[in-house]
């Protein structure tokens, strides 16, 4: 029989601790977004709510505007999450396996781009954006969020073209393929892992960009849901119910899709911050 | 074969998407930020930027909110620095020692990695409300009056570095200690078993064989998760500014914040790039530091 | 098949956020569409749709009635956003040179940002000359006197259209102060008694906000014309902030703030406002704008309130800070009819007559209304009118730039803080004066 050490049960406890140092706030505002009062939130804060109402959600999303920034944030980071892959793969793609001088350099110059704190970019992006015409729509911010997923997905997908054995484009170039269908039909499904990989942290990071989102759009129907979120806090900051309601809101997906694929989410994120 | 990967125009059509994006999204503003930075410009300049060298940065010198945003920036750099290393590491040494529910635990602690930090940020800003929150747990669970005369948290001003900041740090480190954790883990399980097998056949303790093994095996990635980190805390914006917005009296301004403030409240484009290429050139010493520093050769495993 | 649909559904997104994207290129200018309407736009800082305040939803009437008035022959579309980032998105439409047509804008170096950029002359402003508009239908006679176009006056034009007027007060609540037995204070030293009254009571004397600095100067300037600051003569050189006179006000601040709530230091001015509704605190010192504010957040909440709210100058000033919101027109407007014609609805006796009866705040022109619909606290500020010598600006309005203003405001909260002794923000505003604006 085994025995059982008193530092396993130790580290338990301690975990089990941290455990409800992450939950606890989640759970908190989860519990008062349902209260149905301020009264009752100043009153009784950690009680479960007396009579349940999800008025708080009806009013967050539609008059707090949090139902059309969900749509939008869905919006752009869908279309942003399309062209950085496809763009990002192609110029990967060209870095490591076709054959040209100035490979290593675009490379670097690649790189150079994870360096670079977005917040220098924004006055010169968004004076040259309102003159074109791209500040405040959605555009606007879908064309610098790509640019700036560029830089991880080369990194990775680099890697994972540099892997493949010559063999297969080998014998592809015999069979007559072209080079593009080289890159789309063999390369590009080899690489999936990585597609995957790089495809989640960029749809994370650009869903919870609050920053630039916030600089170059204006029109409230316009808005992402962490600009939305932040800006719902202004007029509205002494209605509490209403406020973590909002929370609850802009959480919610994340959370979900968290739950549901947490292993292969936490393994794909990390697989890329060690490659970054 | 090679004919076809040396191909002139294949190569143009893969290459000029990203290099053309790159270049006008990235590359020029970068230049275009620096040239601003030494010119006077206000948004409702009609004229325009005008040159007037170094102005901008000398006016930086002597504003009194730059120090205390630079302060508190460096603060986090070396906060979350520091306390994202003993705690990932420690995390991370609890997580490979235990079987049972060692993915649940993992899982939990990386989840608000994933969540937004504007939303994290209002949510601790509520929890740290003087009014309910945690003072009012507090004295819920017995300690009388505390909501009257328990810490201000958000509010207090007083100390070199503010009690906000502290406050602000501490959820930094909860939302993000996960990511450093992850990344210890990864190095850590790739460490062959066998290593730790001998170590302890020569009668090392298993916190021997972690300072001994551990610790020298997995310094590469301390650097990139170092690196990770300081950047991350020098471009600190969604926390701070949902829950302070900079204040009380701007105290608990950071570079990023400065930044919005100047360039988007205040309209002073020049003042405000010139911040940014601050914080440009202090992300690119850091990053040069710790990766002198700490990711000095890389061991065999 | 699954990857089909995917790709489809995706590809539909792209598209999706193009056309959205394409759509609105055209938002913030005016334009002629298709069936002969002439399109403008109006710039507000608050959301129409989400308001409770009764004076922004005065302006929503206001909207509605010209969309219906002229219907068929122009068309107005509010672009709101909130007071925070106002300005920066009105620049942001500027720069992109789709100025909207007609926006909303505080009097004082903001006013003169647009008028008078880089100090430049009106006449290359940004703003339209409204003179001609004003001679026109006997419009200028409707106002209430030449004085209301002081503060929009520049080299003798009128280049924006006051609103209505609302005068920095204080708001008490009267059950607290007979409870307390405390008076309502003529003078700073009564001021300080009441509190301390109220204080002994247990009930938190003021709420004031610090976290939203332009409120704790409003009382610092209060304090400052109480010992005889002049503005003008500091401006110009002629006189130093480091006379004395700041330090005393700063002095009376500190001893003021020790009757405000303990968590004065961040509240925002939202915050501070809902502590005096909900009953938390005896004085709220803001402008009249929050009669507005206190009665739509009130109305169903707690009705009573209303009662219960009353008013009195800050005690121990002959003149009262007093603010009118304005509209200008933009130079480069297309449709300078419709532009004009709404600003004109902007005053007739309608919105005039809600301006003072429902949205408690004083009308710009001669409109007669009915005082006994008004919220009672209208007739309390129109008596504070009424007794003042005269009015003033708001300090951060009245500081040479914008920045100055902004300046001084912080130099205010950190005296309230504790990190600047009086004395030392007299050196400061006088070091800062003399760097960059005299």
């Known amino acids: ?276 | 074969m090679d004919k076809l990967l040396r191909n002139k125009k294949a190569i143009f059509i893969f290459m000029a998407p990203g290099l053309i994006l790159f270049t006008f999204v990235l590359f020029i503003p970068i230049c275009q930020s620096l040239y601003y930075s030494l010119c006077d410009y206000k948004a409702t300049s009609i004229l325009g930027p005008k040159f007037v060298g170094l102005k901008n940065y000398r006016d930086l010198m002597k504003d009194d909110t730059f120090w205390i945003a630079l302060k508190n920036s460096l603060f986090f750099l070396v906060f979350s620095c520091v306390t994202q290393l003993i705690m990932g590491l420690f995390l991370a040494g609890l997580l490979t020692n235990i079987e049972k529910g060692k993915n649940l635990f993992k899982n939990i602690i990386y989840l608000p990695c994933v969540l937004s930090s504007a939303a994290l940020g209002l949510l601790w800003m509520f929890i740290f409300s003087p009014k309910f929150g945690i003072n009012k747990l507090i004295e819920t669970l017995g300690v009388e009056g505390f909501v009257k005369n328990g810490p201000l948290w958000l509010f207090d001003t007083s100390g070199f570095i503010v009690l906000p900041m502290w406050v602000i740090a501490f959820v930094a480190l909860w939302q993000y200690v996960g990511q450093s954790m992850m990344l210890y883990m990864a190095q850590i399980s790739g460490i062959s078993k066998s290593l730790y097998e001998a170590s302890y056949i020569d009668g090392c303790s298993k916190a021997r064989s972690f300072f001994h093994i551990t610790l020298p095996l997995i310094r590469p990635m301390v650097a990139t998760a170092m690196s990770l980190n300081a950047i991350g805390s020098l471009k600190f914006f969604d926390l701070v500014f949902n829950m302070t917005e900079g204040g009380p009296n701007h105290k608990t301004e950071v570079l990023a914040t400065h930044l919005y403030q100047q360039g988007f409240k205040y309209s002073k484009y020049g003042y405000a790039s010139a911040i940014g290429i601050v914080l440009l050139i202090l992300c690119l010493i850091v990053t040069a530091f710790i990766n002198k520093v700490v990711k000095t050769e890389q061991y065999e495993m | 098949m699954k990857r089909k649909i995917l790709a489809t559904l995706l590809s539909a997104f792209m598209a999706a956020s193009l056309f959205t994207g394409c759509g609105s290129g055209s938002n913030g200018s005016s334009s002629a569409s298709a069936d002969g309407v002439q399109e403008i736009t109006w710039m507000f800082w608050d959301d129409l749709d989400a308001t409770e305040d009764l004076i922004s939803l005065g302006y929503k009437d206001t909207l509605d009635r010209f969309n219906e008035q002229y219907k068929g022959k122009y068309h107005v579309t509010a672009v709101t956003t909130n007071l925070e980032e106002y300005y920066a998105k009105l620049n942001a439409l500027v720069q992109s040179g789709e100025t909207p047509d007609v926006f909303i804008c505080s009097p004082g170096p903001q006013l003169s940002d647009y008028v008078t950029p880089d100090g430049a002359s009106p006449a290359d402003g940004l703003c339209m000359n409204l003179d001609e508009a004003l001679a026109q239908d006997g419009w200028k006679d409707t106002f209430a006197g030449d004085a209301v176009f002081s503060q929009q006056t520049y080299d003798g034009s009128v280049y924006a259209i006051p609103l209505n007027t609302a005068a920095a007060c204080c708001f008490y609540n009267t059950e607290m102060f007979e409870d307390a037995g405390a008076k309502v204070p003529t003078n700073f030293d009564e001021m300080i008694d009441a509190c301390e009254k109220l204080q002994a009571k247990g009930y938190t004397p003021i709420t004031i906000s610090a976290g939203t600095a332009w409120c704790l100067s409003m009382v610092a300037g209060y304090l400052c014309e109480a010992e005889g600051v002049d503005l003008a003569a500091l401006a110009d050189g002629s006189a130093s902030w480091e006379d004395g006179k700041l330090e005393a006000a700063c002095d009376k601040l500190l001893a003021l703030s020790k009757y405000f709530q303990p968590t004065a230091a961040g509240d925002t001015n939202d915050v501070a406002t809902a502590n005096f509704y909900n009953r938390e605190a005896a004085m709220l010192i803001q402008g009249s704008w929050a009669i507005g504010q206190i009665n739509g957040e009130t109305k169903k909440s707690d009705p009573e309130f209303q009662n219960i709210c009353g008013v009195f100058a800050f005690p121990g000033v002959d003149r009262i800070i007093a603010k009118s919101d304005s509209l200008c027109i933009s130079k480069d407007t297309k449709c300078p009819e419709a532009a004009i014609a709404l600003v004109k609805m902007f005053t007739d006796d309608t919105a005039q007559k809600y301006t003072a009866e429902v949205g408690g705040k004083i009308p710009v022109t001669n409109v007669e209304y009915d005082a006994s619909k008004a919220p009672a606290q209208l007739s309390y500020v129109m008596d504070v009118f009424g007794n003042a010598k005269g009015t003033f600006g708001f300090y951060n309005e009245s500081l040479p730039t914008t920045e100055a203003g902004s300046h001084f405001d912080d130099t205010m909260v950190s005296v309230f803080l504790g990190d600047l002794t009086p004395a030392d923000a007299a050196k400061d505003m006088e070091e800062y004066y003399n760097e960059n604006c005299r």
């Open chain 1, 1 to 276: 029989m085994k025995k059982i050490k008193p530092i396993r049960i130790i580290i338990y406890i301690f975990l089990i601790a941290m455990a409800i140092i992450y939950l606890a706030p989640l759970l908190w505002v989860l519990m008062v977004s349902f209260k149905d009062s301020n009264h009752e939130v100043m009153t009784a804060p950690f009680s479960l709510p007396q009579s349940p109402s999800f008025d708080n959600f009806t009013f967050a999303w539609t008059a707090g505007k949090l139902g059309v920034a969900t749509l939008n944030s869905f919006i752009v980071c869908a279309v942003a999450l399309i062209f950085s892959m496809v763009i990002g793969s192609m110029a990967a793609f060209g870095i490591a396996r076709l054959r040209w001088k100035l490979s290593k350099l675009s490379l670097t110059y690649f790189l150079l781009g994870m360096m670079i704190p977005v917040h220098c970019l924004l006055i010169p992006l968004f004076t040259r954006f309102t003159r074109m015409g791209l500040s405040n729509t959605l555009t606007g911010i879908i064309i610098p969020y790509v640019t700036f997923s560029l830089p991880i997905t080369i990194y990775i997908m680099v890697g994972f073209f540099e892997g493949m054995p010559n063999e297969l484009i080998e014998s592809a170039c015999i069979d007559g393929a072209t080079i593009y269908q080289i890159f789309a039909k063999v390369c590009l499904p080899l690489g999936k892992t990585g597609l995957f990989v790089t495809g989640l942290m960029t749809f994370v990071g650009n869903w919870n960009e609050l920053l630039l989102a916030m600089v170059f759009i204006s029109d409230d129907f316009k808005k992402t849901l962490p600009v939305s979120l932040s800006k719902f806090v202004g007029p509205y900051n002494t209605n509490y119910t209403q406020m973590f309601a909002a929370i609850i809101i802009a959480i919610i997906p994340t959370v979900v899709v968290y739950c549901a694929f947490s292993n292969q989410i936490v393994d794909g994120l990390t697989a890329g911050a060690v490659k970054g």
